[in-house]
T-cell receptor, first 115, second 112 residues
Framework: ETGVTQSPTHLIKTRGQQVTLRCSSQ?????VSWYQQALGQGPQFIFQ???????GRGNFPPRFSGLQFPNYSSELNVNALELDDSALYLC??????????????FGQGTRLTVV | AQSVAQPEDQVNVAEGNPLTVKCTYS??????LFWYVQYPNRGLQFLLK??????LVKGSYGFEAEFNKSQTSFHLKKPSALVSDSALYFC??????????FGRGTSLIVHP
């Protein structure tokens, strides 16, 4: 098991609602990335946070937003939920050193179902 | 732009036989390549990576992968498959500090 923990593990929300997912990064890691994994697909990059700033963003609308805290933990917020937002949301932590990221270590994910 | 192709949705192999899960990539410059494994309802677990050096990379659980620059491939291999190796396998590529791009995944089924 990695040291990356996500909460909650499962969540059911209604279309139009807002959701917050949480991630604690592995000790010594300063970078957190969020991915969306739809059923039968590979992880799709949402965004990455480094030193509390967004450090890259994938092709996701602004209603997907995030935060990174001084202890490097992170939140993913999704507003105005849509049915297609139903997916496994993965948090990955890594260490940004000398302009390079080490390999990412993933949490167990949060399974979000939008009804 | 960078991309990864995993041409097989599913690979079936008998326990004890060698296994190969294929991955090809496209990236400008020198690639960083990774393999991850995912068990049902779990996150991805890191298996191995290629950054530079020896083309044959050894990783966790007896897996290894061979980097082939001319064929832009990074196939995952194991000499003797176990039933417990049955899972979803993802190949990923990135360049330097860029964000990794993941393939769609290959389901490995090892039959007893």
């Amino acid at each position: 098991e990695t040291g990356v923990t996500q909460s909650p593990t499962h969540l059911i929300k209604t279309r139009g609602q807002q959701v917050t997912l949480r991630c604690s990064s592995q000790s010594g890691h300063n970078t957190v990335s969020w991915y969306q994994q739809a059923l039968g697909q590979g992880p799709q990059f949402i965004f990455q946070y480094y030193r509390e700033e967004e450090n890259g963003r994938g092709n996701f609308p602004p209603r997907f937003s995030g935060l990174q805290f001084p202890n490097y933990s992170s939140e993913l917020n999704v507003n105005a939920l849509e049915l297609d937002d139903s997916a496994l949301y993965l948090c990955a932590s890594s260490s940004h050193k000398q302009g390079m990221n080490t390999e990412a270590f993933f949490g167990q994910g949060t399974r979000l179902t939008v009804v | 732009a960078q991309s990864v192709a995993q041409p097989e949705d599913q690979v079936n192999v008998a326990e004890g036989n060698p296994l190969t899960v294929k991955c090809t990539y496209s990236v400008s410059g020198n690639p960083y390549l990774f393999w991850y494994v995912q068990y049902p309802n779990r996150g991805l677990q890191f298996l191995l990576k290629y950054i530079t050096g020896d083309n044959l990379v050894k990783g966790s659980y007896g897996f290894e992968a061979e980097f082939n620059k001319s064929q832009t491939s990074f196939h995952l291999k194991k000499p003797s498959a176990l039933v417990s190796d049955s899972a979803l396998y993802f190949c990923a590529v990135k360049r330097g500090s860029y964000i990794p791009t993941f393939g769609r995944g290959t389901s490995l089924i090892v039959h007893p």
